[in-house]
């Protein structure tokens, strides 16, 4: 009975002095993936990325057509070195000129494998670094606001557990920060690109932040 007398006016004041603490602290909210889908930064970003891609692709093709092509020639070379219409050193000719062109084929087999790999590595860098740069800009953007508004905390409502949970369960919205962040950062952009409505959601472009 000493020490329940002794616990339990602890844990009263434990819990007195975090409520206390919680009440003078500030917090605000905002919805990090709707800022990051619906900054303009991030559509230039994407265009670009896709523009890579795109040219990517044409190469690979490129190389792909270039393989296609030897194939049919390396095939019409095997066909001549066995047409015994044709004298014995001319079909071993064409028999050496098969083997070399299937050394070129291989050549060719390991250059596209390594170029799509390549090609997968420098979108994949190019998309990390596009997020990490907007999510810098993002962060500092909503830090500013928050400290203008004299918040201590600002949780992100888009933010998941690791059981795929929503993290904040409920919000009221009364001091959220996205519309007017968004619209901060959508201020600069550029006249021939559209500045989304503070309250437009899209598909992730890139990657989810």
Same mark, same amino acid.
């Given at each position: 009975?000493?020490?329940? %007398?002794?616990? !339990? ?15 003078? &602290? ?25 523009? %890579?891609?795109?040219?990517?692709? =044409?190469?690979?093709?490129?190389? =792909?057509?270039?393989? =296609? ?11 001549? *070195? ?9 079909? /071993?000719? #064409? ?7 299937? =050394?070129?084929? +291989? ?6 494998? +390594?170029?799509?790999? +390549?090609?997968?590595?420098?979108? *994949?860098?190019?998309?990390? #670094?596009? %997020?990490?740069? @907007? ?15 004299? /918040? ?8 998941? &557990? @690791? ?5 904040? !369960?409920?919000?009221?919205? /009364? ?13 600069? *952009? ?5 500045? $989304? ?5 899209? $598909?992730? $472009?890139?990657?989810?932040?």
């Amino acid at each position: 009975m000493k020490i329940l %007398r002794t616990i !339990v006016p602890t844990l009263f004041l434990l819990v007195f002095l975090s409520t206390s603490a919680l009440a003078q &602290t500030k917090i605000a909210t905002v919805d990090l993936k709707k800022l990051f889908d619906n900054y303009y930064k991030t559509k230039l970003a994407q265009a670009a990325i896709q523009e %890579r891609a795109t040219q990517l692709d =044409k190469d690979d093709k490129g190389m =792909k057509d270039d393989f =296609k092509k030897s194939g049919e020639d390396y095939q019409k070379l095997l066909d001549q *070195a066995n047409d015994q219409a044709l004298s014995a050193d001319e079909r /071993d000719k #064409r028999r050496q000129a098969a083997a070399d062109k299937l =050394k070129e084929l +291989q050549s060719s087999k390991n250059a596209i494998d +390594q170029f799509e790999r +390549q090609a997968q590595t420098t979108l *994949a860098e190019q998309r990390q #670094r596009m %997020r990490d740069n @907007i999510l810098i800009e993002i962060k500092k953007a909503v830090t500013d606001k928050a400290h203008a508004a004299g /918040d201590s905390l600002v949780f992100d409502t888009a933010a998941e &557990t @690791i059981n795929n949970t929503t993290a904040i !369960v409920y919000s009221s919205g /009364d001091s959220d920060l996205t519309d007017a962040v968004l619209a901060q950062l959508n201020a600069g *952009a550029p006249i021939d690109v559209a500045k $989304p409505a503070a309250t437009q959601t899209t $598909p992730p $472009p890139l990657a989810k932040p």
